[in-house]
């Protein structure tokens, strides 16, 4: 019985240096080079999205090139918001 | 016509025409790609798991292993109520991960340099998203648009920017994942047709330039199909526990 128990003690103090370890290393492997990918595109896609709500609005309602200069910008806003949060989150994690 | 480096992208239909409602319904080299990596994903699944011995052999431990990375993303990002997403998550992972793989060998197709491959992926994902969301919080999940502490003059412009950036995700998602397949490949023909145009003398320069980008194109192929998985699980969260 009293075998036993070391032993749990042992795995339990085990298990802890690997959550240490785990911890450590969160961050500085290919991960980060992943959220740099990330990052370049979500800007892009704002903007095309946003144009392309412009450019349709645009021909549903006969007002070129109004709605599309207006959503472009809008579009902008709205990638530099996505950059930023996912900038955000990233630092929360570190 | 064989140097041309975007005629790898080339779509073309094996065995006969098929045509039901007009619509186009051949099976083509895309699909057969897609058929052999799902074949691949149930062959590892089913002999990874057939015996369950206590020392694992490598086929098993592979198995193991992409379910415990899958599991642990899921944990840590979307938190443990998106466990029962589990398998979708997983699917999605294994068949971008095996279409990227398959891609890079030799006279093989890549499925993911295909925009409506993937964008039919991240649609999927996206609706999906969407429809838990309204699921779980009902009309209350329309507050991701309306940050909060915002001047309630703003508040329209503001509405509109995060109706677009939210609009966005589907487009940037399957964005990446094309363009980075689609890059590469191209990239790896070029190189590997100054190879035959330099010849024999001045062959080698680009030829030890292909060895390592076809490296990196693996470590890319891992990287955006990890990349999808995530941005499924942060999107999940954000429709399961609804907050900034």
Redesign the interface.
Known sequence: MKDFKEISTRLKIAKKNVREIEEKNRGSN??S??KA??IS??L???V???ST?GFLLDNWFDTKPLLTIC?FI??V???I??VF?SAKKMQKKL | MVLNPMHQFEVYKIGPEINIGGINLSFTNASFFMAISAILILSLLFFGTKKKSLIPSKIQLITEMSYALIAKMINDTAGSSAKAFFPFVFTLFMFVLFCNMVGMLPYSFTVTSQIIVTFVLAATIFIGVTIIGFIKHGIKYLELFVPKGVPIVLLPLIIVIEIISYLARPVSLSVRLFANMLAGHTMLKVFGGFVISLGLLGGWLPLSFAVALTGLEILVAFLQAYVFAILTCIYLNDALNLHH
């Open positions: 290919a991960t080079l992943g990918l990330k595109t979500e892009v896609a704002a095309v999205v946003g709500i959503f809008i579009g806003a709205a990638g918001l996505n949060r």
